[in-house]
């Protein structure tokens, strides 16, 4: 059965930093597009950090320059270094995998930022 699952999430004060992480487990997802999406209460779901199988990234504008997505294919693993969060980055966190058609979703991890 193939999983993701996030994990780091958490309650931090504005000005703090998060790593979440997020394992997959049921296949290789190093040739696998991963990224990071988020959904804040009451609005859509937008796309946060991607990162292809090549290494290569995209940042979102909105977090460009606090956000860091990397991966560690040994370890099937793919994260999101945040720091200096906003309130505005109040939201849950889903990790995305994708190849061919096959798309993958995780069940999120909460991250609330208090001002």
């Known amino acids: 059965q193939v999983q993701l699952v996030e994990s780091g999430g958490g309650l931090v004060q504005a000005g703090g930093s998060l790593r979440l992480s997020c394992a997959g487990s049921g296949t290789d997802f190093s040739t696998y597009a991963m990224g990071w999406y988020r959904q804040a209460p009451g609005r859509h779901r937008e796309t946060v950090a991607l990162?292809?199988?090549?290494?290569?990234?995209s940042i979102a504008d909105s977090v460009k320059g606090r956000f860091t997505i990397s991966r560690d294919n040994a370890k099937n693993t793919v994260y999101l270094a945040m720091n200096n969060l906003k309130p505005e980055d109040t939201a849950v966190y889903y990790c995305?995998?994708?190849?061919?058609?096959?798309?993958?979703w995780g069940k999120g991890t909460l991250v609330t930022v208090s001002s």
């Open positions: 990162i292809v199988s090549s290494g290569s990234t």
């Open positions: 995305n995998a994708e190849t061919l058609g096959m798309d993958y």
